[in-house]
């Protein structure tokens, strides 16, 4: 009994006792703290990790907090087994205290646009080969061989080959152009029509006099395809699907030829949407500009618009992307005729180093000198393997750079319908808005006139009209909206391609002198040994 110690004095604290100085020590079973707890945790005891819940800085920041009233820095911890325990089921308890793996990979879909290109993981890549002419005369055509190779569920097989003749390609071009062209959507181009090249290769009975064309339709096709396979929305239409694993011959498109009935009327519609743009001037501007004034002077509220898009508050953005199209399409048109003047430069470069070599070659028979006569045939020799390379580099410069230019320019034209198909909708729904005031006006008339047998009909009619323009909105939003995107997809891909275009130009560029190089040290000895 004397080595008993007192029992501790509380002194004042006796009236507030720390709750949590036991919570470190196993209660007994009949604790009513403890009977309160198992109601409300160990929710996570299956998820197979301990937590403690015993924190001492914790029970420091809040010496007085109850365990009934759970700390929220606790509730984040406690998610953290639920997120990784994949064996426990959720239930409605679990769910309240923190978000699942499954809800936050919603509400990150809910972000991604889902024609964004950056998260499709699925590859699709076509080539073309195997050129055959097929028919003799004004009837005969050319036929590729299209491989596709492709990780997308939606095609029957991961690999198919079919057999494409070259107005297959123009329509399914037209087809993605009648589907997408008035959402917006940047169509890439197919390659155009040469009537002289094809007038060639049908008369002609010799191959090798047409190879050097049917190797640039070819290459074009091929290029064409790959980027229409790049986007996201056109990758999965079914026409193109059905384009690339339909065994047999795709339904005749009639409306491809180029001197066809079909070609002159879009000719006609070609020069009446050029007339009608000139004709008619979008006044975005000076709408904005009065929509603002009167919110700022007399409070009163702007139009209702959509909180994503807001396209009332970016013409200036269309407006410097107009400029910018055409800026950049002048300056690539003059690049690309540089372009292709250095390619032909270097080929009459290439043909005259082959005549250079010949008369090396003939003079080295013609010389008695012997030392002087082999420098001269091995200097032949050389300036043939000279003429390969000036013939090799320039068809990379015309493939890879003079093509890629082309191919641009014509990519900016896709760009430029697309405004023009926005124009058009912004020009569908201003005259639904003039003939909705006419409405209105013929309204208003009629119940000054008393004629009050028709009111009903112009009623009818306004509402009528007040749906085409509220569709006419909508459209026009949507339209804008899409083109911001798909604008912004055509930069990105821009960059990108041309910086691969300029690596495989430096690249080869570098690789064809340093094998003049070597070529001319290799001839050094031989000049030496001249005696």
């Known amino acids: 009994m004397a080595d008993r110690e007192p029992p501790p004095l509380f002194g004042d604290d006796d009236e507030n006792p720390d709750i949590f100085a036991s919570a470190s020590q196993s209660p007994p079973k009949d604790d009513p703290v403890k009977d309160q707890d198992d109601d409300q945790e160990d929710l996570f005891a299956d998820a197979g990790t ?144 040469s009537v002289i090249g094809m007038t060639k290769i049908k ?36 026409t193109f699907r059905e384009f690339l694993e339909q065994e047999g011959d795709l339904p005749r498109s009639t409306s491809t030829s180029a001197l066809s009935g079909a070609g002159v009327l879009r000719l006609f519609n070609k020069m009446g949407d050029a007339v009608g743009k000139m004709t008619f001037k979008m006044d975005e501007t000076d709408q904005l500009n009065y929509g603002l004034y009167l919110h700022s002077y007399f409070c009163i509220p702007l139009p209702s618009l959509s909180p994503t898009e807001q396209w009332d508050y970016d013409f200036e953005w269309f407006e410097e992307k107009q400029t910018h199209f055409e800026n950049l399409d002048l300056q690539l048109r003059k690049l690309h005729t540089s372009v292709e003047t250095i390619v032909s430069f270097r080929k009459e470069l290439g043909v005259s180093t082959a005549t250079f070599a010949k008369s090396c070659a003939m003079l080295a028979n013609s010389e008695e000198h012997t030392a002087l006569s082999r420098a001269l045939s091995q200097l032949a020799e050389i300036e043939e393997k000279i003429e390969q390379l000036h013939s090799d580099q320039a068809d990379t410069d015309f493939f890879v750079l003079a093509e890629m230019l082309k191919d641009y320019i014509s990519l900016i034209g896709a760009v430029k319908e697309t405004f023009a198909e926005r124009v058009k909708m912004y020009k569908t729904w201003k005259d639904a808005e003039a003939m909705l005031t006419k409405k209105r006006e013929v309204k208003v008339r009629l119940e000054l006139s008393g004629k009050t047998d028709k009111i009903a009909q112009a009623s009818n009619e306004i509402t009528e009209w007040e749906g085409k323009v509220e569709r006419g909105q909508e459209d026009f939003e949507k339209i804008s909206e899409t083109i911001r995107k798909e604008v912004s997809r055509f930069d990105k891909r821009r960059v990108k391609d041309f910086q691969q275009s300029m690596i495989k130009c430096l690249d080869s560029l570098m690789e064809t002198q340093q094998k003049l190089i070597k070529y001319w040290e290799s001839f050094v000895p031989e000049a030496k040994a001249i005696a």
Not at 213 to 223: D, Q
């Open 203 to 238: 008369m002609s009975k010799e191959e090798a006099s047409s190879a050097d064309f049917v190797e640039r339709r070819r290459a074009a096709l091929e290029r064409y395809v790959n980027r229409t396979a790049t986007h996201p929305i056109l990758r999965n239409d079914p």
């Open 50 to 193: 301990e937590i403690s819940l015993d924190d001492d800085s914790q029970k420091e920041k809040a010496p007085e907090q109850h365990l009934s009233e759970p700390d929220p820095e606790d509730e984040d911890i406690m998610t953290t087994p639920q997120e990784e325990a994949p064996k426990m089921g959720v239930s409605e308890a679990s769910t309240s205290g923190g978000v699942s793996k499954t809800s936050v990979r919603e509400e990150k879909a809910k972000d991604i646009d889902e024609d964004d290109e950056e998260y499709d993981d699925f590859t699709l890549s076509v080539s073309i080969s195997d050129p055959i002419k097929v028919g003799d005369g004004m009837g005969a055509y050319m036929t590729y061989k299209v491989t596709t190779m492709t990780t997308i569920p939606a095609f029957k097989k991961p690999e198919t080959s079919v057999m494409r003749r070259f107005s297959d390609f123009l329509g399914l071009h037209e087809k993605l152009c009648e589907t997408y062209a008035h959402q917006g959507r940047i169509i890439p181009p197919a390659p155009e029509k």
